[in-house]
């Protein structure tokens, strides 16, 4: 079964985004929404651990939360894809599972 994690926490500020990728699977994804798009920047503490997932699982970022955060996508760490809310419900609806790391 394949599972869509959604992680809301700035990888900054607390353990989720690590521990969100410590238990995806191949198949799995991961999208970014509220301060979790902090964890989409690359050059950053989060940025290899996120890009070495990349591939094995999908990594998506949730467009109106970088926005308002004011993170440009040129900014992203390469092959994270960026959504709307519409292909937020579509993430929702394609996987199996979901599972919200708090």
Same mark, same amino acid.
């Given at each position: ?15 989720? %985004? ?13 999208? %970014?929404? &509220? ?10 503490? %989060? ?8 591939? &094995? ?15 440009? /996508?040129?900014?992203?760490? &390469? ?10 419900? /579509? ?12």
């Amino acid at each position: 079964m394949s599972t869509l994690h959604t992680v809301n926490k700035s990888p900054f500020a607390n353990s989720s %985004m690590q521990s969100c990728l410590n238990h995806t699977i191949k198949g799995d994804a991961v999208l %970014m929404i &509220e301060d979790g798009v902090y964890g989409a920047s690359k050059n950053s503490t %989060m940025s290899a651990a996120v890009a070495a997932k990349n591939g &094995e699982i999908k990594i998506y970022a949730l467009k109106g939360d970088l926005a308002a955060r004011g993170i440009d /996508e040129d900014k992203l760490i &390469e092959g994270i894809k960026i959504v709307d809310y519409k292909g937020f419900v /579509e993430l929702a609806a394609k996987y199996d599972l979901a599972n919200a790391w708090l």
